[in-house]
């Protein structure tokens, strides 16, 4: 049996309750820190992410925060649960890991506590994350096809390149590629082909049989040529 007195032990009794009452209210009245809804909902559109990217941004980290919060009070929910489960059982007021008692002052300072402070459980870290994280890694979430070797078609980073072009808040400045020294280069992957994989299939044509290939002379040719990948031994003579 614990050794606090019942006067002390009908206080911390009233605290437990006090404080469960209050935690149980929060997590109604506030729909269990906005996880009742979905961010869809919370946001009021269909597709915030290409509209405003900005504001998306802000509810996923209010989100995140909303997740940690309701983990730390279900966590000391559960905690004044088993404190005056214990208290019913007459087993409050002693470690349950060494069955030392437990000092008045510290059960004054942590009522929901069940262990002495040389046995008190580490807090691990969390995991649990908003399921929009999962867009964010890889980039372009699950429409991101460069790790797949089956696939080599158009994906999701293609799509943005497209729109990429007509503008974005980037400057050279700022731009990943740090090489960039103008607007045209400050895109993802800016120097990477369009609409061919090897540099000389962009100047070599064909007719509609294949059968009677031609060499297109253009910016992509004198390229190729001054890279010494080509070979001018190779062309017919015109």
Known sequence: MTSITSPKLALLHNRLVNEQEEIESRLYHNQHYGKAQSLRDQTGELSPIDNHPGDLATELYEREKDIALL???????KRIEAALTAMENGTYGTCISCGEKIPYERLDAAPDTLYCIEHAPRNQLSHDRPIEEAYLQPPFGRSSMDERIDYNGFDGEDAWQIVEQWGNADSPAMSENRNATDYSHI????????????SIE???????????????????????????EGDHGLEADD
């Open 71 to 77: 983990e730390q009070e279900e966590l000391h929910l």
């Open 187 to 198: 895109g993802i992957e800016a120097e990477e082909n369009d609409g061919y994989v090897e």
């Open 202 to 228: 962009s100047f070599l044509a064909t007719d509609i049989t294949g059968r009677h290939v031609s060499v297109v002379r253009n910016r992509e040719y004198d390229h190729y040529i001054h890279s010494d």
